[in-house]
């Protein structure tokens, strides 16, 4: 029996349900992507807490598996699906290389997004919902952001991705928020240091990026 295809459950729009949609078609696995209305809060309703118990967007379902933490459900694809689409995305069996991988995955997650998602919500989100942005909170997240910019530069200057020579799950997990960013002019300059431009525009062409953005505007 043919394997039931996967279900992603939330907006193609929200940086983390694009995370693993980004995830899904870099490892080429068929997946259903299924609406959920944030704004008539229906991520809170006891049927959807069943699958995401805070209440948040991306939920996922393999089959009886439930699984939320977008980064989590990346990891998820990766291991399951280690000979489809591609297979470098989650390293291979040498753990120095999933070691380098899951060390800039944890560096995008614990130092990149505190900071850009904040900044995301700011400067992208707030104004769409009529809400009053904070001046101070931008001014001290654009601080933090571009001291991790920093470090990244000094890595991209020896490294053509972050973990290696490879376009991995690590560089994958920065797209959604550094998308946002680049595209407030407010933002966009903290991205312009040569290796950090050049690293985004590699990233940003991948033809998985490109197919999440197309499936944030048919939405
Ligand atoms: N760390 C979580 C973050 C999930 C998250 O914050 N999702 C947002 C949309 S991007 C959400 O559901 N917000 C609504 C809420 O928190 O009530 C992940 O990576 O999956």
Not at 123 to 140: C, H, R, S, T
Request: proline share 6%; charged share 25%; with cysteine.
């Amino acid at each position: 029996m043919a394997a039931a295809t996967v279900k992603v459950y939330g907006p193609a729009m929200s940086t983390a349900v694009s995370r693993v949609l980004a995830c899904l078609l870099e490892k080429d696995v068929e997946f259903q992507l299924i609406p959920v209305n944030m704004s008539k809060g229906e991520h809170k309703k006891p049927q959807f807490l069943k699958i995401h118990p805070f209440g948040q967007v991306p939920a996922f379902q393999d089959d009886d598996v439930s699984l939320f933490e977008s980064r989590a459900i990346c990891r998820y694809i990766c291991e399951k699906h280690g000979m489809k689409g591609n297979k470098e995305l989650y390293g291979t069996n040498n753990p120095l290389a999933k070691a380098s991988i899951d060390k800039w995955l944890e560096a995008e997650g614990q130092s990149f997004n505190p900071p850009s998602s904040t900044l995301v919500f700011q400067l992208a989100f707030a104004p769409l919902m009529k809400m009053k942005q904070d001046e101070g909170v931008i001014k001290q997240s654009k601080e933090k952001l571009s001291k991790v910019l920093n470090v990244y530069e000094k890595r991209l200057a020896e490294s053509r991705f972050l973990a290696g020579d490879e376009f991995s799950l690590a560089d994958l997990s920065h797209l959604p928020n550094a998308h946002c960013l680049l595209a407030a002019p407010d933002a966009a300059p903290l991205f312009a240091s040569p290796n950090v431009a050049r690293w985004w525009s590699e990233i940003s062409s991948r033809e998985s990026w490109k197919k999440v953005l197309q499936l944030q505007t048919a939405a």
